[in-house]
């Protein structure tokens, strides 16, 4: 027992380092497709699109090839419907809403307001169970609210710092991370995590291939192209394989607090290379924005990690 007791506790930094590392691809992932909204004036729909549909592919065909196991199963099960459902309304709008958000503003902030997840989270759970949130919950709520005040208004009542879309499409990429988080639940208790959101990604990606296919962008460079591809691999695929490996040597509780590296990584992104300007009061209500994830991951809640 004290031997296995000591191996666990070595493996733990390399639990520590594949989880950091993965949010840190999805930071970047953003970012990167802040510079091609920017310079290469890729449709964010067509972007969505294809990232789904294409990690979509890659998801599945990782776990064909590890497991052996019928891709079908899960609809053979007969909850074919419930992962329609999540693929619709959790995965598609997931993605949907992050990449609009960052179109319309930035990375650093579209990221941060992403995390207005557990938020909506807290809510419905009172809501559905009929009693009123902790009082851990309404510290958190209480945070959040204030961090997103700052965040889109830079403590100026009567103006925003972002414009109205990229408030909206941010504020609707927390519900949606929400929905994203809370569908899946059923399905994750039976099934592979690969299985699932592989499917799920290529269910929502139905939505966008009439414009996959009739809106590809014009005159994409070679650096476009790397864009699109770490986007797809490295962005998604790579990173949710490094989130997977990092629960098999930490707890889920841990994983949540070290996802605070993703927007993190996206503000320096942001700012040191793309040249993002953010305000002091922005960056204390991203801060305050991140604080109830943390808060959240202390009582050691289960979400599946991840907008991506």
Known sequence: ??????????????????????????GISGSV????????????????GVRLLSAGILLLAWFAIDTHES????????HGWRLVIFGLLGMMPSQATYFMAISYGN????????????????????????QLPRRIDMISIVIALLGTFL???QGHVTSLALSLPAVI?????????????????????????????????????????PRVALAMPAHLT?????????????GTAIAYLLYLKSLAYIDPS????????????????????????LSMPEVIGGALILLTTVLQAIPQKHLIGGNR
């Open 254 to 277: 841990a994983t949540g607090m070290l996802s605070a590296f993703e927007p993190l990584t996206a503000t320096v992104v942001a700012v040191g290379v793309l040249g993002t300007h």
């Open 1 to 26: 027992m004290q031997l296995s007791d000591s191996l666990t506790r070595s493996q733990k930094p390399r639990g520590i380092c594949y989880a950091i590392f993965g949010t840190m691809l999805w």
């Open 71 to 78: 891709l079908w199963s899960i609809f053979k099960s007969g």
């Open 222 to 234: 070679l650096n476009n192209w790397l864009g699109i591809i770490f986007i797809v691999v490295g």
């Open 169 to 209: 499409w941010g504020v609707l990429a927390g519900v949606s991370q929400a929905s994203y988080t809370l569908l899946p639940r059923p399905l994750l208790k039976q099934f592979d995590e690969r299985l699932v959101v592989g499917w799920a990604m290529i269910i929502g990606s139905l939505v966008f291939l």
């Open 151 to 153: 965040l889109v208004t």
């Open 33 to 48: 497709a802040q510079y091609l909204f920017a310079s290469a004036h890729v449709s964010p729909t067509w972007l969505v």
């Open 107 to 130: 990375a650093a902030t579209a990221t941060v307001l992403q995390f207005l997840g557990p938020l909506f989270i807290i809510i419905y759970l009172a809501a559905a169970n009929r």
